[in-house]
């Protein structure tokens, strides 16, 4: 009988993979975004934009909302629409306030788009 010796590299991706400090625990009901750190809330960058908009009153899943930075805040700042369009879509599809869309697209470009910072007022 063989016994399964982890190797040297394989402890250490173990090692790797464990976060430290969490932030917040990472909960989807899926659990496919935990340890995916493009959506993972216990990334600082990604712990702190949650805060800072969760201070607002908005709600939703991590990943989603991290999401909305990424994939539309930030490259629709990147091709040219301006901060006040981004806004109006924010408050028309998202439903935030005037405050909570101002506040997330600030947050947005604060953590993960800061190039974009010359297009906010």
Known sequence: MKIAVPT???VSAALIMVPIG????CASPS????GNPYFDPNVPNNAQFLAAVR???ISGAAHGLISGALNTVCP???GGQPYQYVIADLEKYSGYNRWQADTYVAQ???H????D???LP
């Open 8 to 10: 040297i590299a394989a």
């Open 22 to 25: 969490h932030a917040e625990p």
């Open 31 to 34: 659990g496919n975004d935990c």
């Open 55 to 57: 201070a607002t009153g």
């Open 76 to 78: 629709g700042l990147d």
């Open 108 to 110: 947005a470009v604060s």
């Open 112 to 115: 993960y788009c800061p190039n």
């Open 117 to 119: 910072a010359a297009r």
